[in-house]
């Protein structure tokens, strides 16, 4: 089995700074992609940025200049360094990691969400 486990998160004012982190841990063999989606309330999930092993980055338009995904391939961890923040951020942030097993089965996996919340 593998597990996600996120961390961080929490209560910001609006222009403050928050960060994330996910580790993935469990019968990988080799990740792909890991990456952070949110979901705010009363709307669809969404993509905010992901990272692939060779650390090839792509964001959402309104994350651009303000969040940075970074990643740590000895360590299965994925963090979001998040700036600038405003209130339209406010979300469930879900980590996502797709990986293959020593079987090279293509499994995907979700964390199980920090919410971000920030204040006007």
């Known amino acids: 089995q593998v597990q996600l486990v996120e961390s961080g998160g929490g209560l910001v004012q609006s222009g403050g700074s928050l960060g994330l982190s996910c580790a993935a841990s469990?019968?990988?063999?080799?990740?792909?992609?890991m990456g952070w989606y949110r979901q705010a309330a009363g709307k669809q999930r969404e993509l905010v940025a992901t990272?692939?092993?060779?650390?090839?980055?792509n964001y959402a338009d309104s994350v651009k200049g303000r969040f940075t995904i970074s990643g740590d391939n000895a360590k299965n961890t994925v963090y979001l360094q998040m700036n600038s923040l405003k209130p339209e951020d406010t979300a469930v942030y879900y980590c996502?990691?797709?990986?293959?097993?020593?079987?090279?089965?293509?499994?995907?996996?979700w964390g199980q969400g920090a919410l971000v919340t920030v204040s006007s």
């Open positions: 990272i692939t092993s060779g650390g090839i980055t």
């Open positions: 469990g019968q990988i063999f080799t990740i792909l992609t």
């Open positions: 996502n990691a797709e990986f293959r097993t020593s079987t090279m089965t293509f499994v995907e996996r």
